[in-house]
């Protein structure tokens, strides 16, 4: 039994041990691991909060709950399964309950409609990941979670709609509309760098 588990450790790679060894010391309350812990997947985990957010500042928010769930709960934690998908959950489930405390203060309703434009597909591939997160995180609030988790995450209009207590009609709504409006705000921007490139 003992040589299984030896033989199984050696066929780890040397991160996948290293990360086991590092989430035991985690769970045993140790600061200095935990801290590691944050450090590591501070970048990683960054990336994913800043797509739901509106900022920086509200990113890092996001962030520090999800690592503080992360924390206390890392013994839901499954080894042998994939930390930084479970991490990506945990930070996707961040910003649900982030959305979900700070929906009052959001202004759900907009009317405003924006005809398909067919440049909008070449848009995407002349700006950076960068410029697509800056432009996601100008997507009123409703409509920036509905899209990220829809064609980002890939959950289905039933399972948004559960998680944020809305009808799958506004979920299909309000992914239509962020659609629109996010091409909208992709040309603007493409157009305006164009215009800058052109002139200096």
Same mark, same amino acid.
């Given at each position: 039994?003992?040589?299984?588990?030896?033989a199984?450790?050696l066929?780890? &790679?040397?991160? !996948?041990?290293?990360?086991?060894?590092?989430?035991?010391?985690?769970?045993?309350?140790? /600061?200095?691991?935990?801290?590691?812990?944050?450090?590591?997947?501070?970048?990683?985990?960054m990336?994913i909060?800043?797509?739901?957010?509106?900022?920086?500042? #509200?990113? @890092?928010?996001?962030?520090? !709950?999800? $690592? @503080?769930?992360?924390?206390?709960k890392? !013994?839901?934690?499954?080894?042998?399964?994939?930390?930084?998908?479970?991490?990506r959950?945990v930070?996707?489930?961040?910003?649900?309950?982030? $959305?979900?405390?700070?929906?009052? +203060?959001?202004?759900?309703?907009?009317?405003?409609?924006?005809?398909? #434009?067919?440049?909008? #597909?070449?848009?995407? !591939? =002349?700006?950076?990941?960068?410029?697509?997160?800056?432009? @996601?995180?100008?997507? &009123? &609030?409703?409509?920036?979670?509905?899209?990220?988790?829809?064609?980002?995450?890939?959950?289905?209009? #039933?399972?948004?709609?559960?998680?944020?207590?809305?009808?799958?009609? %506004? %979920?299909?709504?309000?992914?239509?509309?962020? /659609?629109?409006?996010? =091409?909208?705000?992709?040309? %603007?921007?493409q %157009?305006?760098?164009? =215009? +800058?490139? =052109?002139?200096?």
């Amino acid at each position: 039994m003992l040589r299984d588990v030896v033989a199984i450790e050696l066929c780890r &790679p040397i991160e !996948d041990i290293e990360l086991y060894k590092l989430l035991d010391s985690c769970r045993r309350g140790d /600061r200095s691991s935990q801290d590691r812990l944050y450090r590591q997947y501070y970048a990683y985990s960054m990336g994913i909060c800043l797509r739901y957010s509106r900022s920086r500042d #509200e990113a @890092i928010e996001i962030l520090n !709950d999800g $690592f @503080i769930k992360i924390l206390s709960k890392i !013994d839901k934690y499954s080894p042998g399964l994939s930390f930084k998908g479970w991490l990506r959950k945990v930070m996707i489930n961040s910003a649900i309950d982030y $959305f979900r405390r700070n929906e009052k +203060h959001y202004q759900s309703l907009d009317i405003s409609h924006v005809q398909y #434009e067919s440049s909008a #597909e070449t848009v995407f !591939d =002349k700006l950076g990941e960068q410029d697509i997160i800056a432009a @996601i995180q100008l997507l &009123p &609030p409703s409509y920036r979670m509905v899209f990220n988790l829809y064609v980002i995450e890939g959950f289905k209009h #039933e399972e948004i709609a559960n998680q944020l207590n809305i009808s799958v009609g %506004t %979920t299909k709504s309000n992914l239509a509309i962020a /659609r629109n409006k996010l =091409k909208r705000i992709l040309i %603007t921007e493409q %157009t305006e760098k164009l =215009k +800058h490139e =052109k002139n200096g």
